[in-house]
C-alpha cells in the first residue's frame, strides 16, 4: 500500500514530513512520488491562516475526484481546527495529531478522529532530505500567548529536544552529504530554557561539527536574540542572516496584539546587527484590528527606520478561539493592498542598498547551490548566499548541492547574477 505526502506550511512541516516517511519505509512502506499511485495519502496540514484553510480544503477535494479513491489521512496543525468538520463532512478518512507522527505506521487501518496530548517530544532522527540542505526541528510548542494566533493550541507548550539528540542528528546528516542544516521550531528562541541552556549554547557546539557549510536559523522573538548569539554571526557557518518576528512597528499595535516587543528595544538591536553586516527578515501583520490611519502611517514612519532586507507578510486572519477575533475593525481588501506595497517598496529598496554595499566592499558570496535550470540553451544554478539572497550562476559544470564563492557579480531586482 504505497503512501503519499502532502505537505502544507512551515519548515516544521518539512521535517515532521520527513519522520514521517522514514518511519514508514523502515517498516517496509513504499512512498508513493505521485498520488495516483497511492492507496493512502497524508496531509501534513497548517491552520495558521484562513489561506492555510483554504488550501487545504481545495486539495481534498482534488484528492476526492482521484479514480484511485485513496484513504486520506489529515494530521498536522488543520486537525485541531478542522478535523471534526473533515471527518463529519467525509472529507478525510482519519484525523490524527502531533502526537501519532512518530508512530504513524501503527495507525494507518484505524478510522475517525484522535488527537491525543501534548505530553510528547520526537526521538527518533532522520537520515535524509530530498533537497540540498536537511531541516532540523529542535523545539516544538510555544508558550507565548499572542492574541492573533492559533499555534500555541494546536502545538501545546514549549518543549526543547534534548541538546545531545540534536547534535546527533546533525552530524548524521552531514555523514550522509548534507552541508546546510536549517534548525526550526515553532518557537524556538525558547530552546533549552527547561534546564537553564539556550539557543546560542546549542548553536556554539553545532558549528563546530566538522564539514557542517551553513547553519541556517528560523524565526526568532526580539527578546531570544542574545550577545552570544551575535557574536556567533562572526563564525563563518552561521548564516549571516536572521529572521526576527516584529509583526508591527508601533506599540498601540503591539499591545492590541499582545506582542512582548516595543520599538524603543528593538530597533536599537536592528540597527546594532546592521551595523555589523547582517541581513536582517522579519515577520508582519497588516489588517490587524485597531490598524487604523493615523496608527499605519505612525508605525510606516517607525518601520521606515528599520534596516530590514527581507519580510514575509501576513494579512490578518481572525482565528476562532483567539483574543484578537473578538476586537472590531477589519480593514478592506484594498487598503491592505496599498499597505503591503508600501512596505514591499521599502524592503525591496534596503535589500538593494545591502546588497550593493557588499558589492563595493568586495565581500565574496557564497552561494549553496539548491536547483538546475535551462536558461535560454545554459546550465544555471540557483541558490542562497550567506546573506539569504537569492543568487543565479551560469556554468557548464554546475551542479545541485554546489558551493560556489563569486566574487564579481551583478545585481537585478530578483537577485544576483554571476557565471563560474
Known amino acids: 500500500m504505497p503512501v503519499f505526502f502532502k505537505t502544507f506550511g512551515c519548515r516544521t512541516n518539512i521535517y515532521d514530513t520527513q519522520l514521517m516517511k522514514e518511519g514508514l519505509e523502515k517498516e517496509g512502506k513504499k512512498i508513493a512520488q505521485k498520488e495516483r499511485e497511492a492507496k493512502i495519502v497524508v496531509v501534513n496540514s497548517c491552520t495558521v491562516t484562513n489561506s492555510a484553510d483554504r488550501e487545504l480544503k481545495k486539495y481534498l477535494r482534488h484528492l476526492k475526484k482521484l479514480p484511485t479513491h485513496p484513504k486520506v489521512i489529515l494530521i498536522g496543525c488543520g486537525s485541531y481546527t478542522r478535523g471534526k468538520e473533515l471527518i463529519e463532512t467525509g472529507m478525510v ?22 488527537l491525543g496530548d501534548f505530553n510528547f517530544i520526537n526521538r527518533r532522527l532522520v537520515s535524509h532530505f530530498t533537497t540540498s540542505k536537511g531541516f532540523i526541528k529542535i523545539q516544538e510548542g510555544c508558550n507565548f500567548k499572542c492574541g492573533y494566533c492559533i499555534i500555541p493550541t494546536v502545538r501545546g507548550p514549549s518543549r526543547s529536544v534534548p ?45 563546530k561539527i566538522p564539514r557542517l557549510k551553513r547553519l541556517r536559523l528560523g524565526s526568532l522573538e526580539p527578546t ?12 563563518g557557518i552561521l548564516e549571516r542572516h536572521l529572521h526576527i518576528a516584529l509583526q508591527h512597528t508601533h506599540n498601540q499595535m503591539l499591545r492590541l496584539m499582545k506582542r512582548r516587543n516595543r520599538v524603543e528595544t528593538t530597533l536599537p538591536l536592528f540597527e546594532r546587527l546592521a551595523g555589523k553586516g547582517i541581513a536582517l527578515g522579519t515577520d508582519f501583520i497588516i489588517g490587524h484590528p485597531g490598524e487604523s490611519e493615523r496608527i499605519w502611517r505612525e508605525g510606516l514612519k517607525n518601520f521606515r ?27 478592506n481588501g484594498h487598503t491592505l493592498q496599498q499597505r503591503r506595497k508600501e512596505l514591499m517598496e521599502i524592503v525591496h529598496q534596503n535589500n538593494w542598498r545591502f546588497r550593493l554595499q557588499r558589492q563595493l566592499e568586495r565581500v565574496p558570496l557564497l552561494v549553496h547551490i539548491e536547483q538546475i535550470k535551462e536558461v535560454k540553451g545554459k546550465r544555471v544554478g540557483i541558490g542562497y548566499d550567506q546573506f539569504f539572497n537569492k543568487t543565479f550562476i551560469e556554468g557548464k559544470g554546475i551542479k545541485k548541492g554546489d558551493w560556489v564563492e563569486l566574487l564579481n557579480y551583478r545585481l537585478e531586482k530578483d537577485g544576483n547574477y554571476g557565471k563560474v
Not at 490524527?96 to 487501518?109: A, D, I, M, R
Not at 534596516?307 to 472590531?328: C, K, M, N, V, W
Open 305 to 331: 527606520r528599520y534596516p530590514l532586507t527581507h519580510i514575509h507578510l501576513f494579512r490578518y486572519s481572525p482565528r476562532e478561539g483567539t483574543p484578537s477575533a473578538q476586537l472590531d475593525g477589519l480593514i
Open 163 to 207: 541538546e545531545e539528540q540534536v547534535t546527533e542528528q546533525v552530524k548524521l546528516l552531514v555523514s550522509n552529504g548534507i552541508r546546510e542544516i536549517v534548525l526550526t521550531g515553532i518557537n524556538m528562541g525558547s530552546y533549552g530554557k527547561e534546564w537553564g541552556g539556550s539557543l546560542s549554547l546549542l548553536v556554539e557546539k553545532l558549528i
Open 224 to 235: 531570544q536574540v542574545d550577545r552570544r548569539l551575535e557574536e556567533l554571526l562572526e563564525s
Open 93 to 114: 478518512d482519519l484525523v490524527l495529531g502531533h502526537k501519532f507522527k512518530e508512530s504513524l505506521f501503527y495507525h494507518l487501518h484505524r478510522q475517525g478522529i484522535d
